[in-house]
């Protein structure tokens, strides 16, 4: 009966996947069905684990990892590696590939070298696929997933020429379900190059292309929101950045859609900030801090706790800050965004000129070894630790 049960959802999961690329469905129905059947995948993934049955534990967990919510990211992130450490060269390419592209995608906000690694393994075997094909979507998911990955890497020539490749096979009759990848590629490109314009232009075609692909209400539709509230920032609209922000946290609030209000609370308290409107900020920064832990965030928002804490005359606490978001982008090897590196920059300046360069970096250094349980009482403390 678990065989055939397994059997049964491997099937269903199957067609799904073709489904959602198809734009057969909008994404929030898309996503709503498979929600029904998260159990049954969950038990037909463990049977197969349990059996040797790798094939079939990969089929299920590819379309898996598209369809749990970002909220439920530890288990998102325990599937993907799960599915990493599973992935064979022996198993079926268009397996391979699939399982690939999807983790280059779960893992692109929180971990961006492997998201990375695996988009120029989806590459690499979409290379290979690509003339069997009966279009050439597979070959384009790809290269615009590599050049969204390469950009976030600070790698801008290769993120340039895999963008190039990528347009050059577009179809504009195909679904938004499609087209919207490479829309994000291009975003992602402007946005690292430093084009606030041209940046903001795209982000504001990624967010009507998230409404044509019928993502209206969930956390695909407050994503590409806060990327547009982050590009208005970038692009030097910080009322309208603050203006996004506060009416995406409200309509939020309250919802499943907690690490999407994670994120838009960052990107609020970033315009906040930029608006020298401390009183606003310190409760949302909070609010952003009680969830940056358990969704890998704490660098991007630490930034804003240490321009706070400037802001707020908190000098000492924002040059431990400087120094904690500085060490976990250096651990990971990650580039820091636009927004994080002026709020970064400018907290910099404050305290140093505050409390001078040797004892700011003192501070800064004393900050790297922060653990994340210590952040609560630097960042909201009272007194400037």
């Known amino acids: 009966m678990q065989r055939r049960h397994a059997h049964a959802v491997a099937a269903m999961f199957d067609t799904a996947y073709v489904d959602y690329f198809s734009g057969n469905a909008g994404a929030d129905e898309w996503m709503h069905q498979r929600e029904l059947d998260f159990d049954n995948a ?187 509230i982050d590009a208005e920032l970038a692009a030097g609209d910080a009322q309208s950045a603050a203006r996004s922000g506060a009416a995406l946290v409200e309509w939020l609030r309250g919802t499943r859609h907690e690490y999407a209000l994670t994120f838009t609370r960052i990107n609020l308290v970033a315009a906040l900030l930029a608006l020298d409107d401390c009183a606003q900020a310190h409760p949302v920064a909070q609010a952003a801090w009680e969830k940056a832990p358990a969704f890998d965030v704490q660098h991007a928002a630490a930034a804003y706790l240490a321009l706070l804490a400037a802001l707020e005359q908190r000098h000492r606490a924002a040059a431990q800050l400087v120094g904690y978001s500085e060490g976990i982008y250096a651990a990971r090897g990650e580039v820091r965004e636009a927004n994080e590196t002026a709020a970064t920059n400018r907290a910099r300046t404050l305290a140093a000129t505050a409390l001078g360069e040797a004892a700011f970096d003192e501070l800064c250094a004393a900050g790297a070894k922060l653990r994340d349980a210590d952040i609560q009482s630097v960042a909201f403390g009272t007194a400037d630790v």
């Not at 893992?107 to 279009?135: F, G, M, V």
Request: glycine content about 6%; hydrophobic content about 45%.
């Open 42 to 228: 969950r038990d037909a993934v463990q049977w197969a684990r349990n059996e040797g049955e790798v094939d079939m534990e990969l089929r299920v967990g590819a379309t898996l990892l598209r369809a749990l919510p970002s909220s439920l990211h530890a288990e998102r992130m325990a599937l993907a590696a799960a599915c990493e450490a599973r992935l064979d060269p022996a198993l079926p390419e268009p397996l391979q590939f699939q399982v690939w592209i999807e983790l280059s995608c779960a893992l692109a906000d929180t971990h961006k070298q492997r998201a990375r690694q695996a988009s120029e393994q989806a590459l690499r075997l979409a290379r290979q696929l690509d003339s069997s094909e009966p279009d050439r979507f597979g070959l384009y998911h790809a290269l615009a997933r590599c050049a969204s990955a390469a950009a976030q890497g600070g790698d801008l020539p290769a993120a340039c020429a895999l963008l190039d490749e990528a347009q050059a096979l577009e179809d504009p009759t195909w679904p938004a379900q499609r087209l919207i990848w490479g829309a994000e590629a291009g975003q992602w490109v402007a946005r690292m190059k430093g084009d606030t314009d041209d940046a903001l232009a795209r982000g504001r075609r990624l967010v009507t292309l998230d409404r044509e692909r019928g993502s209206l209400t969930g956390t695909y539709a407050a994503i590409s929101t806060g990327n547009l």
